[in-house]
């Protein structure tokens, strides 16, 4: 798939923006704060419902009072439109020109990978970072997946509500608990599945990049099991020890994903070359995923790649990319090597040229 082209308007720099994209690798280049990865930015927030680095009423042009994003999309011979309105007033999404519910109803229409500078310090960070991350991948890919998640989301808002209330709510948080574990265990069990299939795809693409000399695993930490009978007795156990502490501590919310460098954890271990690596591996992997086991190649941004990477590894990991992807965009500072692209947009002050 690919965004064949995007409008935007009162989003950050920009007033009103209408750009027409061709497949391939796009450079997107212009001096530091001209716009480039609020470009980036206004595409992903298609890809998940948000941005990536604000809060939405922060993403208004000063000075304004809404912004909308529009993009027409090109997948398999197929137009879809999306589109975004926000104001203080609240949000709402299309597909179609129809209005939507929540995003949750078009989440995987524009599938997405995306590497920022910013991006290894806040995933290797708390634990949290890292389940947000697998979330928002393998919400794009299932849709089962997505629903398991929302569900359980609801039914843990409900049990933290009720574990903070002072009488004894053993049996209601039964009620609760049941739910959790069936939710629970079919999010783990996708967690599972999909981190086998991520690790040894990362392990094929590593042999191949050399990022990470040494053997490389990814493993899934979780704090339940996938067979939901045995979440909710292990639920039950616990009560007593939730109920102290007035909060959910057992659960799929609470799990976590490591990476290893020869049995090291790079989290504690790493420098940050080797985690810019291990990110890098772990979104390119997420880009064959989609395209070999959910069969829809996604829309690459990559964000200011210069900065990290010598020429070489760059354009090797460009074309890593490309091969698993209908589009891919690069923001750059210069406009090097304008022959590699298949379209170069400047930016300047919030204008495209
Ligand atoms: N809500 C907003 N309204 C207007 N301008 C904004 C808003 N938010 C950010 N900006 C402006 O957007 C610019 C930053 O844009 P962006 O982050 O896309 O830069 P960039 O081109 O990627 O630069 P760099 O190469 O330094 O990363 C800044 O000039 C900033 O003032």
């Known amino acids: 798939m690919f965004v064949d ?3 935007i308007v009162n989003f950050r720099n920009y007033d009103e923006l209408l ?31 948000k941005s990536f680095r604000g809060k939405d009423n922060s993403l208004i042009r000063f000075g304004a009072e809404s912004f909308q994003i529009g ?10 439109t999306l589109g975004v309105e926000y ?17 949750s109803s078009i989440l995987g229409n524009l599938k997405g990978v995306l590497f920022t500078p910013d991006e290894p310090v806040v995933f290797f960070g708390f634990p949290a970072n890292r389940r947000k991350a697998l979330d928002l991948f393998l919400a794009q890919t299932s849709k089962t997946y997505l629903l398991s998640l929302i569900y359980y989301q609801k039914v843990l808002t409900n049990k933290n509500a009720l574990l903070k209330q002072s009488r004894d709510v053993e049996n209601l948080i039964e009620a609760w608990n049941y739910k959790l574990a069936e939710f629970g265990a079919e999010i783990i069990k996708e967690r599972e599945k999909c981190l086998k299939i991520l690790n040894d795809i990362i392990k094929e693409l590593n042999a ?23 979440i909710f007795e292990l639920l039950k156990q616990r009560y007593t020890e939730e109920k102290d502490k007035k909060q959910s501590l057992f659960g799929p ?4 994903l490591n990476f290893y460098v020869n049995g ?3 989290k504690i271990f790493g420098s940050q070359g080797q985690k810019k690596g291990a990110l890098l591996l772990f979104k390119l992997a997420q880009a064959v995923y989609m395209a070999k086991i959910s069969g829809e190649r996604p829309v690459v941004l990559l964000d200011d790649l210069y900065s990290e990477f010598d020429k070489e590894k760059k354009e090797t990991l460009e074309g890593f990319f490309l091969k698993y992807s209908d589009q891919v965009f690069i923001t750059a500072t210069e406009p090097i ?5 298949h379209q170069v947009v400047f930016i300047e002050n919030g204008k495209v040229f």
């Open 87 to 103: 104001s203080e007033k609240g949000k709402f999404f299309l597909k179609n020109g129809q209005k939507q519910k929540s995003f």
């Open 337 to 341: 090597d304008l022959k590699n692209y």
């Open 264 to 266: 090291r954890d790079l």
């Open 5 to 7: 082209r995007l409008q």
């Open 71 to 80: 993009a027409k999309i090109s997948k398999n011979d197929q137009k879809i």
């Open 19 to 49: 750009v027409d994209f061709s497949p391939g690798k796009i450079l997107i280049y212009g001096a530091n704060g001209q716009g480039k990865t609020n470009l980036i930015e206004a595409i992903y927030y298609l890809v998940i419902g």
């Open 253 to 256: 919310h609470r799990d976590d």
């Open 208 to 230: 191949q990049l050399r990022f990470l000399p040494g053997k490389i695993e990814v493993s899934y930490k979780t704090t339940g099991t996938d067979d939901k009978e045995k």
